[in-house]
Every structure is written in structure tokens, then in C-alpha cells.
T-cell receptor, first 111, second 119 residues
Framework: LAKTTQPISMDSYEGQEVNITCSHN???????ITWYQQFPSQGPRFIIQ???TKVTNEVASLFIPADRKSSTLSLPRVSLSDTAVYYC????????????FGAGTRLFVKA | GAGVSQSPRYKVAKRGQDVALRCDPI?????LFWYQQALGQGPEFLTY????????KSGLPSDRFFAERPEGSVSTLKIQRTQQEDSAVYLC?????????????????FGPGTRLTVL
């Protein structure tokens, strides 16, 4: 199973764009890249998932280079409510699915 | 249902007691996962079900931990003879386990968790 590496924490200000990069050098061919967000006292919440190139939804974008050894979650114009822990995961369904979360990135958004 | 629900939300147990934690997944979701999350850490995988079959229990920390999903819907995580190191948030997640085009995506939807405190 691919291991991921993320920064432990990041600070930002309201209205800024935040980019969180995740390294996954041992990603397998059939692995997807998924990002989750977690607020205190809540379970993780799915943000975005991708396989290659760029994926965009209403809350974020995910950039994946051709070699897929890293990925970048981009949060446009963050607000105070985006303060949370963000997890990068890699994995794929193979008839069994052992999901491995890392320690995540703690994002602090300041006013 | 609207989402994954877990009960109780909080549980305090004396060391040595048995506890049972319940998870109600989203209706129709095939896959169900249990995780343990210690304070300040990411969730750690415990076990995985596909319908009623427990396909992976490699993350269960000891034989005091037991999970079941007898009818392929509701699941229960049981911890026998609880120890202080079992204190954590226990998260449940479910997914469709949808397969598309030869590859598959498996977005997991998490419940709010049960915070277990063992005194």
C-alpha cells in the first residue's frame, strides 16, 4: 500500500488560495488519490478524488502530474471555516480495501 | 438514510468492561469500515466488510476486538475487557464499492464516531 507524506501544518489567511501537496512515490497503477477533510469531533468528509491530470469540483481542485508521484489539493479563497485537518490517501478497490490515513495536514485559516 | 450514524456518541467504561459500538451505514452501501482514531492522529484501519463478509480484519489490535455485520447492513464493534489504551474515537464508514470501467472508486462516507473513554 502506498504511503503518503504531507506537511504537518499550514497557515493561511481568509481569501487566499491554499495548496497542500502530498507525496506518494510508490503509488500503484490502479490507485486513486483521494482527499478528506476532518473537523474536530466529526468523521472525515470526502473532498475530491482523481486518477490523473486535473479534477475540479465545487469546493476544490486536484492536480496530479503525469508521473502521479504527488498530488496537490487546491482550495480557492479559503475562509475561517476551512480550518481543519486534510488527509491525502491513495488506494484502489481490489476486492478488499484497506485504507491508510496518514497524520494529515492541519490547516489554520486566520482572519 | 441521510448518512452514516453511530451510537452511542460517547461511552465511558471502566477498565475490564465490555462495550458494543453500533454503526448504521447508508442504505444500500455494500462496504463498511471501522477505524480507530487516537487524539491528534489520523484514523487507523481496523476492519472491512463487504456485505456480511468480513474480508479484512488485519487492523484489529487484539483478540479483544470483534466486529460483525450479520445481515450486511448494521455493524457492531465489540471490545471485550476494555483497557485504557482502547480510549479513542471509533469511526465507521460505508461506501457503495462501485466499479466502473474496469477500475473502481470507493468513496467512503464517515459517521460522527463514538468517543470511548476507558477509566
Amino acid at each position: 500500500l502506498a504511503k503518503t507524506t504531507q506537511p504537518i501544518s499550514m497557515d493561511s489567511y481568509e481569501g487566499q488560495e491554499v495548496n497542500i501537496t502530498c507525496s506518494h512515490n510508490n503509488i500503484a497503477t490502479n490507485d486513486y488519490i483521494t482527499w478528506y477533510q476532518q473537523f474536530p469531533s466529526q468523521g472525515p468528509r470526502f473532498i475530491i478524488q482523481g486518477y490523473k491530470t486535473k479534477v475540479t469540483n465545487e469546493v476544490a481542485s486536484l492536480f496530479i502530474p503525469a508521473d502521479r508521484k504527488s498530488s496537490t489539493l487546491s482550495l480557492p479563497r479559503v475562509s475561517l471555516s476551512d480550518t481543519a485537518v486534510y488527509y491525502c490517501l491513495v488506494g484502489g478497490y481490489t476486492g478488499g480495501f484497506k485504507t491508510i490515513f496518514g497524520a494529515g495536514t492541519r490547516l489554520f485559516v486566520k482572519a | 438514510g441521510a448518512g452514516v450514524s453511530q451510537s452511542p456518541r460517547y461511552k465511558v467504561a471502566k477498565r475490564g468492561q465490555d462495550v458494543a459500538l453500533r454503526c448504521d451505514p447508508i442504505s444500500g452501501h455494500v462496504s463498511l469500515f471501522w477505524y480507530q482514531q487516537a487524539l491528534g492522529q489520523g484514523p487507523e484501519f481496523l476492519t472491512y466488510f463487504q456485505n456480511e463478509a468480513q474480508l479484512d480484519k488485519s487492523g484489529l489490535p487484539s483478540d479483544r476486538f470483534f466486529a460483525e455485520r450479520p445481515e450486511g447492513s448494521v455493524s457492531t464493534l465489540k471490545i471485550q475487557r476494555t483497557q485504557q489504551e482502547d480510549s479513542a474515537v471509533y469511526l465507521c464508514a460505508s461506501s457503495l464499492a462501485r466499479v466502473a470501467g474496469g477500475d473502481s472508486t470507493d468513496t467512503q462516507y464517515f459517521g460522527p464516531g463514538t468517543r470511548l473513554t476507558v477509566l
